[in-house]
């Protein structure tokens, strides 16, 4: 992508699924890396497997003390931010009559708290040196309703929101964008299937599959990248086109 070369990055939930294809793309182009995420395990395989990485992190995203000091380590280890792919999340599969006030506030703290905590902090970093992105990751759970994920799709909603709100006020300094992923199969996704579970879903998305972890990371390339100066205060939706056909809808009510 024309532009990313020599940029310096930071990819939240980057030790595994979306997160670690993003930050193993931007490696792929020349970027310096650094992953952010508050997974011990998680971080000691990435590691192994991204050795290029300038530094890997840990943070949890939605303790603002956390943040600013895993903000504060990147800036250290790679000189400057260029963009941030703001990726770090959560989801937990119950009943909205069933959801703690525990779980919705974790829920919640991580999906879009922890969202604001880091595009505030690459913001303000990112003004004064007169240029950046920072790019959302969101969710069709974000503007089509999900069964069993009540607090998912508040949390996503409210990042889109966010997401607007942020490009109009960071224009023309800081290019701000989202990413609504469909079905994606990453390893954790591929462990709550069963064979007859992923058949089924596949069936429901009009191009017959899920979407690579890869293929989410090779948009937010091309958004981070100079090929895309002119976008912003958008959401990219990335779903196989699921819910264009109202199949989200079909697959919610089986």
Not at 98 to 117: A, C, H, M, Q, S
Request: with cysteine; charged share 20%.
């Amino acid at each position: 992508m024309r532009g990313l070369k020599g940029k310096n990055v930071i990819v939240t939930g980057g030790a595994s699924g979306i997160g670690q294809a993003t930050a193993a793309r931007f490696l792929e182009e020349g970027c310096s890396v650094c992953v952010i995420d508050s997974g011990a395990t998680a971080r000691e395989r990435v590691g192994r497997e991204l050795p290029g990485l300038a530094g890997i992190i840990a943070a949890d995203v939605s303790k603002l003390a956390e943040v600013r000091a895993a903000f504060a380590e990147a800036i250290e280890r790679m000189g400057s931010v260029d963009v941030l792919i703001n990726n770090a999340g959560i989801s937990i599969r119950h009943d909205f009559l069933d959801i703690t006030p525990e779980e919705w506030d974790r829920v919640v703290d991580v999906n879009l708290k922890g969202v604001f905590y880091m595009a505030q902090a690459a913001a303000r970093h990112m003004m004064e040196r007169g240029s950046g992105v920072i790019l959302n990751t969101a969710s069709t759970a974000g503007t089509t309703g999900y069964p069993h994920y009540a607090d998912y799709s508040a949390s996503k909603g409210g990042v889109i929101a966010l997401t607007l709100a942020m490009s109009l006020e960071l224009a023309p300094v800081v290019r701000v964008n989202a990413i609504s992923p469909g079905y994606v199969l990453t390893p954790m996704q591929r462990a709550e299937y069963s064979d007859e579970m992923l058949a089924a879903v596949n069936r429901k998305i009009p191009l017959g599959r899920h979407a690579k972890p890869e293929e989410i990371a090779a948009l937010f390339a091309f958004l981070a990248s100079g090929d895309a100066a002119f976008a912003t205060g958008q959401v990219y939706v990335m779903d196989g086109a699921e819910t264009t056909g109202g199949l989200c809808s079909q697959w919610a009510h089986e």
